[in-house]
Structures are given as structure tokens and as C-alpha cells.
């Protein structure tokens, strides 16, 4: 994902005392961190529910390794950051027919490829 630059860190960087680190966005009095950025910022809201909208519509289509990861975007806080982070490894167990595990291989690579699509859109939405 790279580096955002987000008020925390540019507060950090100069000074607190003439940048706040507060989100400019929401204007909700919290820290704009990475945390509050991928998850909590109200100003972000619609650009989440659409991200949401389409994990749920394509990620079911992608077998188990879609299923997956949509299952660990749907978790706790912790796990739905690691997701829009990047964390989109999946286990895909051995299957007896070598064709099966293909499927899975191409499966678990459009479903990382996918979220990683959506998670940048929501760093372009507002």
C-alpha cells in the first residue's frame, strides 16, 4: 500500500503546536491515523460500504480462497485492518485432483488481486 500521509504523522513531523494531527475530513476530533483512515473516518463512510458491497458480490464467486478472506474482512477490527493492509494470504489445503488445486491457485490469486484493487479505490475515494 505505501505510505500515506496522514495528520498523525505529518503533526509528528512538524510540530503539534501548527498541525494538528486531528482527521480533516470528518472533523470528529480524532486523530487521523491509519486506523481511523481505513475505518472509522465518517467522511469515508460511502466509499466503505461500496468497498463492502463488492467484496460481498465477488469474493464468494472465488471459491474457498475468496470465501476466506472475505470471512477475515468480516471479523474483528484487527483482522478487517490487516485485510485493507494488504494481508491476503489464504490457506489452501492439498486437494486430491491436481486440477482442483490449480483452480484453487488461480482462485486465491484473483481474490488477493481483487482486494488489493478495492483497497486502493478506497484510498482515491474522497
Known amino acids: 500500500m505505501g505510505y500515506l500521509y496522514l495528520m498523525d504523522r ?3 513531523a512538524a ?3 501548527v498541525v494538528s ?5 470528518c472533523h470528529c476530533g480524532m486523530v487521523e491515523n491509519v486506523e481511523h483512515f481505513l ?12 468497498l463492502e ?3 460481498e458480490q465477488v469474493l464468494p464467486e472465488l471459491g474457498p480462497p475468496g470465501a476466506e478472506i472475505l470471512e477475515r474482512y468480516s471479523g474483528d477490527r484487527k483482522d478487517r485492518l490487516r ?3 494488504g494481508d491476503l494470504e489464504v ?3 492439498a486437494q486430491v485432483d491436481p486440477d482442483d488445486d490449480s483452480l484453487l491457485c488461480v482462485q486465491a490469486a484473483r481474490a488477493r488481486y ?3 484493487e478495492l483497497s486502493g479505490s478506497l484510498l482515491a475515494c474522497p
Open 10 to 12: 505529518i503533526a509528528k
Open 15 to 17: 510540530s503539534a503546536e
Open 21 to 25: 494531527p486531528l482527521c480533516p475530513l
Open 39 to 50: 475505518l472509522d473516518c465518517a467522511a469515508l463512510d460511502p466509499c466503505r460500504r461500496q
Open 53 to 55: 458491497f463488492r467484496l
Open 83 to 85: 485485510v485493507l493492509l
Open 91 to 93: 490457506q489452501c489445503e
Open 114 to 116: 481483487f482486494c488489493q
